[in-house]
């Protein structure tokens, strides 16, 4: 058994005529998985892998059709594109070397370095970057 298998498997389920309901909504939906994964290939760097990504949108698709409550009043798309997001993500976090802490720190150090280079009108060096983050 594969860990896409393992995954599908664990999604919840109540009748067989669901998973026939669920199937035929989540083939209806695979459009939306590449849509999404090429949505966010844009923002990546190149050596993110995009099969993995769609590996991962495509797990998160077939459990959100498993998992859907048609009651809810929330149309399947867009309840499907926010766990495709999320699944995305968490692929994406589990292939990152470094924690959100240290992405938040880089993002506020680059943007006080060019926040000091259009107010000086030239590069900062690292000791003024760091006067101005207070380090």
Not at 20 to 33: G, T, Y
């Amino acid at each position: 058994m594969t860990q896409t298998t393992a995954l599908l498997d664990a999604a919840p389920l109540s009748t067989v005529l669901d998973l026939d309901a669920a199937n035929v909504l989540a083939e209806m939906h695979v459009p939306l998985v590449a849509h999404l994964v090429r949505e966010t290939m844009a923002r990546v760097p190149s050596h993110v892998d995009r099969d993995d990504l769609r590996s991962a949108g495509l797990v998160a698709l077939v459990k959100a059709s498993r998992s859907y409550d048609e009651s809810r009043g929330v149309a399947f798309g867009a309840y499907a594109a926010s766990r495709i997001r999320g699944a995305l993500l968490d692929e994406l976090r589990s292939v990152d070397w470094a924690s959100r802490s240290v992405r938040r720190k880089s993002r506020e150090i680059e943007e006080t370095r060019n926040r000091l280079a259009s107010a000086l009108g030239q590069f900062p060096d690292d000791a003024a970057v760091a006067q101005a983050l207070g380090i």
